[in-house]
């Protein structure tokens, strides 16, 4: 069945809430012929009286009151989905990032990020699992590892190379010249990134390493590089500061590419998707000036 025309409709309720066409008018910011044509419209088209004069006053008859009770539910219902996707496409971009990412690379941008891309709702979820993007309150996360995800949107930020870094105080007391010179050094451990798979890549066996410090901690791992205590095996990206600011440096030239890397993930059904794809392209320009 085809519905009057929602300006119709809209009409009628107006005019019965009010009593008064000239109201209803004023409302609706049209004439009082206007509103009188719809309501005459709208009697032809369902073949019934909806309104009579009394007086000064226009009276809704008993349909008349009945149809204009039932738009102004419709309405209150429609007001509240527009609200409800409002508020939705305008709260906070929430943005999940692993620990290291976060301390690493992002804090070092956070105030150019907001500058450059006028976002001024940015929340940052510090946290090292894979959040659930729709039901985890996530509109972004900067996820660490090869993809794709299912169900989400994805681009690749930083490619992964790995390389030993350490401190220039350590370097100077342990000279290293090549691969071979790290057997003979403390080595610190990530447990999620073995030694072996860069003695590998670079040539060599992967040898039985001694006892050592082992982190489960990125940042951690890279403090007590820093701090002296042994060479590292670095991830590009989250070693960058520590060297420019010549807290680590790299004792060997060359770098081993990996298959992971760091990626921009988001839901291309979030209704915030038109902010998050201003973040997307901020990102993956920073990260291409890497």
Same mark, same amino acid.
């Given at each position: 069945?085809?519905?009057?025309?929602?300006?119709?409709? &809209?009409?009628?309720?107006?005019?019965?809430?009010?009593?008064?066409?000239?109201?209803?008018?004023?409302?609706?910011?049209? &004439?009082?012929?206007?509103?009188?044509?719809?309501?005459?419209?709208?009697?032809?088209?369902?073949?019934?009286?909806? *309104?009579?004069?009394? @007086?000064?006053?226009?009276?809704?008859?008993?349909?008349?009151?009945?149809?204009?009770?039932?738009?102004?539910?419709?309405?209150?219902?429609?007001?509240?989905?527009?609200?409800?996707?409002?508020?939705?496409?305008?709260?906070?971009?929430?943005?999940?990032?692993?620990?290291?990412?976060?301390?690493?690379?992002?804090?070092?941008?956070?105030?150019?990020?907001?500058?450059?891309?006028?976002?001024?709702?940015?929340?940052?979820?510090?946290?090292?699992?894979?959040?659930?993007?729709?039901?985890? @309150?996530?509109?972004?996360?900067?996820? *660490?590892?090869? %993809?794709?995800?299912?169900?989400?949107?994805?681009?690749?930020?930083?490619?992964?190379?790995?390389?030993?870094?350490?401190?220039?105080?350590?370097? =100077?007391?342990?000279?290293?010249?090549?691969?071979?010179?790290?057997? #003979?050094? +403390?080595?610190?451990?990530?447990?999620?990134?073995?030694?072996?798979?860069?003695?590998?890549?670079?040539?060599?066996?992967?040898?039985?390493?001694?006892?050592?410090? @082992?982190?489960?901690?990125? #940042?951690?791992?890279?403090?007590?590089?820093?701090?002296?205590? %042994?060479?590292?095996?670095?991830?590009?990206?989250?070693?960058?500061?520590?060297?420019?600011?010549?807290?680590?440096?790299? +004792?060997? +030239?060359?770098?081993?590419?990996?298959? &992971?890397?760091?990626?921009?993930?988001?839901?291309?059904?979030?209704?915030?998707?038109?902010?998050?794809?201003?973040?997307?392209?901020?990102?993956?320009?920073?990260? =291409?000036?890497?």
């Amino acid at each position: 069945m085809r519905l009057p025309p929602f300006t119709t409709l &809209t009409a009628l309720e107006a005019a019965a809430r009010h009593r008064s066409y000239s109201r209803a008018a004023d409302e609706l910011f049209v &004439t009082h012929g206007a509103v009188s044509q719809q309501i005459r419209k709208l009697e032809d088209e369902l073949g019934v009286r909806l *309104f009579l004069r009394q @007086g000064n006053r226009m009276e809704p008859t008993a349909t008349g009151a009945a149809l204009a009770a039932s738009v102004t539910e419709a309405l209150a219902t429609l007001r509240h989905g527009v609200e409800a996707a409002r508020n939705a496409a305008c709260g906070p971009i929430v943005l999940s990032t692993g620990a290291a990412f976060a301390t690493r690379w992002l804090v070092t941008r956070l105030a150019r990020l907001s500058a450059e891309t006028g976002e001024p709702d940015l929340t940052v979820r510090v946290e090292d699992r894979v959040s659930d993007l729709s039901t985890d @309150g996530v509109d972004v996360a900067l996820r *660490f590892g090869v %993809g794709p995800w299912p169900g989400a949107e994805s681009v690749r930020l930083l490619s992964e190379r790995l390389f030993p870094v350490c401190s220039p105080g350590f370097l =100077a007391r342990h000279p290293v010249n090549r691969p071979e010179d790290l057997l #003979s050094v +403390p080595l610190l451990r990530h447990t999620a990134l073995p030694w072996s798979a860069w003695f590998s890549a670079v040539g060599l066996p992967a040898p039985n390493l001694p006892p050592s410090l @082992g982190f489960d901690d990125t #940042s951690m791992m890279l403090d007590a590089a820093a701090q002296g205590l %042994g060479v590292a095996l670095a991830r590009s990206g989250l070693s960058e500061r520590d060297i420019r600011d010549g807290r680590l440096v790299r +004792p060997l +030239p060359g770098a081993v590419d990996v298959e &992971t890397g760091h990626h921009f993930v988001w839901r291309a059904d979030n209704p915030k998707a038109s902010r998050i794809l201003k973040l997307r392209d901020w990102f993956v320009s920073e990260t =291409a000036a890497d």
